[in-house]
């Protein structure tokens, strides 16, 4: 069976559970952060964090991050967003356009669509030829394997929502003149060929998905709890980084000295 098949795209949270559980989440994340980045417990910086979105349109990707950067300082995250490479940077290396936004030691980084869109939207609209694309699925593992080897935590969101749902999000941004700027020509041209890009998240869920970057599909259908899953499977990384780093998630915090 393939990954996408796979999710249980019925799950869903009540209103109010997912308030709570998004609550205590991003509580939790709020003091990993300050943790990694040196604000508190040791005052030492941790390693670099870099939580990469890709998923369908209108997957909840932006919703997604917003509620994982929310309650963070704005000057201890970077959130960058790519569409389409301009004229200049398709004259160099695809992966050339990312490093500048990548995070250093006690940096954290969010990536709104990413260097998959070579496996993905260059593969399906033949904008990459497929010596190009086909080498990428190399070339992004070793990328990713140095940043991990350089003791960057590396999070991979697939957001995944069912054609059904997604056609209803396309018509609701469609009828609301304040969501109406999301949806484009491109968006309903792309939903009509779903199966082709479906072939290829599924390869690229196979061929990237490797011990320093595993990918976790997110079923989106509901919203609320897709929000919840992603903020907790941020803490979750972070947690398993600091142990096998022999550092205390939970250190005691300084008292005021106020």
């Keep these: 069976m393939s990954r996408l098949a796979e999710v249980d795209l019925s799950a869903s949270l009540s209103k109010k559970d997912a308030a709570k559980q998004l609550t205590a989440a991003q509580e939790r994340l709020v003091h990993l952060r300050l943790l990694l980045g040196g604000q508190i417990g040791p005052g030492e910086l941790g390693p670099p964090l870099l939580v990469l979105f890709e998923g369908w349109d209108a997957s909840g990707k932006g919703g997604a991050i917003q ?3 929310a309650e963070l300082d704005p000057r201890h995250v970077r959130v960058a967003q790519f569409a389409a490479p301009s004229f200049d940077e398709k004259r160099h290396h695809f992966l050339g356009r990312f490093w500048p936004v990548l995070p ?3 940096g954290m980084a969010v990536l709104d669509r990413t260097w998959y869109g070579r496996v993905l ?5 033949g904008f990459a030829p497929e010596e190009a694309w086909q080498r990428a699925y190399g070339e992004i593992v070793d990328l990713e394997t140095t940043l991990a080897a350089e003791g960057t935590i590396l999070v991979k969101f697939w957001m995944h929502v069912s054609p059904e749902e997604q056609l209803r999000r396309f018509e ?5 003149p304040y969501k109406a700027w999301k949806l484009t020509e491109e968006d309903w041209r792309n939903r009509e060929k779903r199966d082709a890009y479906e072939a290829a998240v599924e390869e690229m869920l196979e061929r990237t998905d490797h ?3 595993h990918w976790q599909v997110i079923a989106g259908d509901d919203k609320r709890s897709a ?5 907790r499977a941020v803490c979750e990384a972070i947690e398993v980084a600091l142990k ?11 008292p005021n000295p106020s």
């Excluded at 609701?172 to 609301?176: K, N, Q, T, W």
């Excluded at 929000?227 to 903020?231: I, Q, T, Y």
């Excluded at 550092?247 to 005691?252: G, L, M, V």
């Design 104 to 106: 250093g030691w006690g």
């Design 172 to 176: 609701s941004r469609r009828d609301d």
């Design 121 to 125: 939207v260059e593969r399906v609209e």
């Design 227 to 231: 929000r919840v899953a992603v903020v």
């Design 244 to 254: 096998d780093r022999g550092i205390d998630a939970d250190p005691p915090l300084a």
């Design 67 to 69: 509620r994982l950067v």
């Design 211 to 213: 011990p320093s970057g």
